[in-house]
């Protein structure tokens, strides 16, 4: 059964890369129906998703270890390619923006990507450490992984800021302009994705704090991986005083968000492999 799901995991990710093939494609030919095919096979990829951390939830408890697949590399870095696809596609449906996918669908398809191709990497279903036999698990990790996942919409939105060639302003859809939303758009779209993934970062570190003072007595050491947790959480504190007090918008913004959005990656991946401490399971 474990293999199915590993299986299907690999669906998930193909399909997540076709989808950025036809969003890209969408991009370049102003082709309505190709872009209508790239959201179909996105929310495909995300169904086929879904179903496999469902698959290996159901397993997990069958195999005596009963824990929603969060615990490790391979499990959070595939509910992290969900989480990024679920707030890109709500974010599609709510605003109309498709053109945005070809930015954010990659970043789906890697997440899967990078931990089906390494052999240090295990898919394998595994009893919980001590450290993480807690009730606290889920609130943490979900909460936090919706933060980061609101943040990698919020960097490629960034990046097409930054690197596209949308107009300067306008407020017409993404199939209106054609290639890209205006700039002005994009500004607004990455500003409420940081504005959805902070409050989740918050919670997360809060539910952490509790976890730690459950498990370990005290609810901030100064571990590693906490540190840059602070750390990240400050970069987007700033981004949001830095729009709503100092009245920035536009590429500072942008700019802003990319370094965030970088600090997300290292507090994920940077402390579980070069920095050690009492998150070293993580990795």
């Known amino acids: 059964m474990v293999n199915i799901n590993v299986r299907l995991f690999g669906v998930a990710m193909i399909g997540y890369l076709v989808a950025t093939l036809l969003y890209v494609t969408y991009v370049v030919s102003r082709n309505r129906a190709v872009g209508v095919a790239a959201t179909l096979l996105a929310l495909a990829g995300w169904i086929v998703n879904t179903a496999a951390i469902g698959i290996r939830c159901i397993e997990s408890y069958k195999a005596g270890f009963g824990y929603i697949p969060l615990s490790n590399m391979y499990e959070s870095m595939v509910f992290f390619s969900w989480s990024i696809m679920l707030i890109y596609l709500v974010f599609e449906h709510l605003y109309g923006y498709r053109a945005i996918g070809a930015f954010v669908a990659p970043l789906g398809f890697l997440g899967i990507a990078v931990v089906s191709f390494n052999p240090k990497i295990s898919a394998d279903l595994q009893p919980l450490v001590p450290a993480l036999q807690s009730n606290w698990l889920t609130a943490h990790v979900v909460t936090c992984f919706f933060g980061y996942a609101a943040f990698a919409v919020a960097f490629a939105i960034s990046l097409m800021y930054l690197f596209g060639k949308g107009p300067e302003a306008g407020k017409g859809s993404s199939e209106a302009q054609g290639l890209l939303p205006a700039k002005k758009v994009l500004d607004e779209l990455s500003y409420k994705a940081v504005a959805v993934g902070f409050p989740l970062l918050t919670l997360g570190i809060l539910t952490g704090a509790a976890w730690a003072n459950y498990a370990w007595g005290t609810y901030w050491s100064w571990d590693p991986k906490e ?51 009492l998150h070293s399971y993580a990795g």
């Open 227 to 277: 540190t840059w947790s602070l750390i990240t959480w400050l970069v987007y504190a700033a981004y949001l005083h830095a729009r709503f007090t100092a009245g920035w918008k536009g590429g500072r913004l942008a700019w802003l968000s990319v370094v965030g959005f970088c600090a997300v990656i290292f507090t994920y991946w940077g402390v579980n492999f070069i920095l050690s401490g």
